[in-house]
């Protein structure tokens, strides 16, 4: 059985490595891996039962949450409600030029925010198979993706090579000298490589030997370099955290080839570390009245960042507290785009998810957010002191990296970083010692 999900999850990962790095704008892309998600989700009723039953009562609730804010969104309100919230007199007025308004959904867009849920069908379905998975499947499934960053290095390395700067799955951009591999973001490209990094140094070691230690500095050297190809900055600057991990486990590796808890030391830099950069990346939700200012944080981002962050800013503050809808943001945006900043391209995303989420979730997103931080930092701390804490940092330093480029970006809007997000989750949650021969075959989870 475990052989089973195992390789069903093989399935789904390498298809959402190879069609779904597109983003909203590759429907159909996006539609094969969550067809295939749903398939394995019909295969697997009794785990996906299992996961809500054995999983952490907190985890479970932000799951939950996470799934109900776009469908909460789509619940239908008599237009003495819908018309009434902020940021709607728009839409009011433009029906009352047709037969005058009626019942409506709570979002300003219902197909696109049905879509944002649909989204969260492929990583829920990682949370729910995986969890169930022992720690030797674990450790396959993080292998995978370490072999699917180094696949995303073969078209990449074509384009970089090529002269013609298009990528070849994603024609539309055209950047010579750019590796954008399986993703038609660079940044999400670079993000990928960084996570595989990440996870490539938490590996475990069967054997030490000469041949074992250049094998990993190949791939460690191959994976690097895809990420300077991207040329993201963003991505560069977070080579940090693989960087960090290695060295972590290079001073703890001398003292026994045995799994042992980390040095309280050692748990308290991390601890503090990891508490640093939430906090860092959470700050454009710690307004001083309403969402505060977003571009005075970032002085010294991009210019034209700073210009859409400046009108995102009121978009945030014409739906505030309540938000326009998940998915909306491309429509909404135009209302409070400034002449002055208009040009020939759209915005399409805010370039920072925080001030995004903001806009269509409102305060609500907001607390979310915060939750999953909180609990990110709590689950980390317990699993340090586990004999899985290799792949608890691992995990931890994935979903750090992805809250620091959401700061300037937005790798959690395609379906593959949505899947490693997932299965970064449950990296952090310690597994039960198992007695049973059931139990040794599937491994649980922790209440």
Request: with cysteine.
């Amino acid at each position: 059985m475990a052989k089973a999900k195992v390789g069903q999850i093989t399935i789904l990962l390498i298809l959402a490595a190879l069609f779904g790095g597109g983003g909203s704008g590759f429907g159909l892309s996006n539609l094969a891996v969550q067809l295939a998600a749903l398939t394995i989700l019909a295969l697997n009723y009794d785990a996906v039962h299992n996961f809500l039953a054995a999983a952490p009562r907190a985890f479970i609730a932000l799951v939950i949450a996470t799934l109900a804010l776009p469908l909460l969104q789509l619940v239908p309100l008599p237009p003495a409600i819908w018309s009434a919230l902020p940021g709607r007199q728009l839409v009011a007025e433009a029906y009352s030029f047709a037969d005058g308004p009626g019942w409506s959904p709570f979002t300003v867009n219902p197909a696109r925010t049905l879509v944002a849920f649909i989204s969260l069908i492929a990583p829920f379905t990682i949370l729910a198979i995986c969890c169930s998975l022992n720690e030797q499947d674990r450790t396959r499934v993080l292998g995978l993706i370490v072999g699917l960053g180094l696949l995303n290095l073969v078209p990449g390395i074509v384009e970089v090579l090529g002269g013609d700067g298009q990528s070849l799955l994603y024609p539309a951009n055209k950047m010579p000298g750019v590796m954008f591999g399986l993703f038609a973001n660079r940044n999400s490209t670079g993000l990928f490589l960084v996570c595989c990094l990440i996870l490539l140094a938490a590996l475990p070691t069967i054997k030490r030997s000469a041949l074992g230690t250049l094998s990993r500095l190949l791939l460690a050297t191959l994976l690097t370099l895809g990420v300077v190809l991207t040329q993201s900055r963003s991505s560069i600057a977070l080579l940090i955290l693989p960087a960090g991990v290695a060295i972590i486990r290079a001073i703890s590796a001398h003292k026994s080839s045995v799994p042992q808890k980390l040095p309280m030391t050692l748990r308290a830099i991390f601890a503090a570390g990891l508490a640093g950069v939430i906090l860092l990346s959470i700050a454009p939700l710690l307004g001083e009245t309403r969402l505060g200012t977003i571009a005075d944080r970032f002085e010294q981002g991009d210019g034209q960042r700073s210009l859409i962050w400046e009108d995102g800013r009121f978009a945030a503050e014409r739906y505030w507290p309540l938000g326009a809808g998940m998915g909306t943001f491309d429509e909404v945006f135009q209302v409070d785009e400034s002449l002055e900043y208009i040009s020939p391209r759209r915005a399409g995303r805010a370039h920072n998810d925080y001030l995004e989420l903001a806009i269509e979730a409102g305060a609500l997103g907001m607390a979310l957010a915060f939750g999953w931080a909180l609990w990110i930092i709590f689950a980390a701390w317990r699993a340090l002191a586990t004999p899985q804490q290799w792949p608890a940092i691992a995990g931890t330093g994935i979903l750090v990296a992805i809250a620091l480029q959401s700061l300037l970006d937005f790798p959690l809007r395609n379906q593959t970083m949505l899947c490693i997000a997932a299965f970064a989750l449950l990296l952090i949650i310690p597994q039960r010692k198992d007695t049973s021969a059931d139990a040794a075959a599937n491994g649980t989870l922790s209440a």
